[in-house]
């Protein structure tokens, strides 16, 4: 009980201090530190336009790297920024940024079950340059914060299985445990990937689990 507090008061503290000018708490990746991952504002008075402008752009660029596809506008992030990252307590979202403050990705945890100390990777995008293996450090990075700080033991990711992303998550330190077939609905503009008892879907969403 103890640990699901305090892994909820660090979301919650990272979160509320994200875009306050001198305030921001950032996790150091590398030794020596070689770029940080920086909490995304969510609260509208402190968003940061910067951000909204990647966010939206690189969603754009590997819209078919997620579950839904859609074309993202600055005005759809910031509402998801604010109205739903914001109000959940088991999500956070991560900018990726060089010693000079210069963004190149992001990337978060999410689906968090802290009674089950369960959390996901996601939303682990490269949209500007780094060097080879920043992104693969970064990531390690996160899930073991993830480990230490918010004592989640069980860290996992899912992809889909058209996303060469996979090989990516493996040298990271992934093992795949099981795939489900994914089925294609369309509604309102936006194309939604849903699990499916279905065998003969050409998708499928592939279960990774951390193993190192």
């Given at each position: 009980?103890?640990?699901i507090k305090t892994g909820k008061t660090i979301v919650s503290i990272l979160k509320n201090s994200a875009g306050l000018p001198g305030s921001e ?188």
């Amino acid at each position: 009980m103890i640990g699901i507090k305090t892994g909820k008061t660090i979301v919650s503290i990272l979160k509320n201090s994200a875009g306050l000018p001198g305030s921001e708490i950032c996790i150091p990746v590398g030794k020596p530190v070689i770029c940080l991952l920086r909490p995304i504002a969510t609260n509208p008075n402190l968003l940061n336009q910067n951000d909204i402008h990647n966010l939206t752009n690189w969603r754009n660029r590997y819209v078919s790297a997620f579950l839904t596809e859609f074309q993202a506008t600055e005005e759809r992030t910031a509402n998801w920024l604010t109205e739903v990252v914001r109000y959940n307590e088991n999500k956070i979202i991560f900018m990726l940024e060089d010693l000079h403050g210069v963004s190149f990705g992001y990337m978060g945890l999410d689906f968090i079950d802290w009674k089950n100390k369960y959390g996901e990777a996601d939303a682990i995008v490269r949209g500007g340059h780094a060097p080879a293996g920043t992104m693969k450090l970064a990531l390690q990075t996160l899930i073991n914060w993830a480990r230490e700080y918010l004592e989640l033991s069980n860290l996992n990711v899912r992809v889909r299985s058209d996303n060469t992303a996979i090989s990516f998550y493996q040298k990271a330190g992934f093992h795949e445990t099981h795939r489900i077939c994914l089925e294609r609905n369309f509604k309102n503009d936006i194309v939604s990937w849903i699990e499916t008892d279905r065998s003969d879907s050409s998708l499928s969403l592939v279960y990774m689990k951390y193993v190192q």
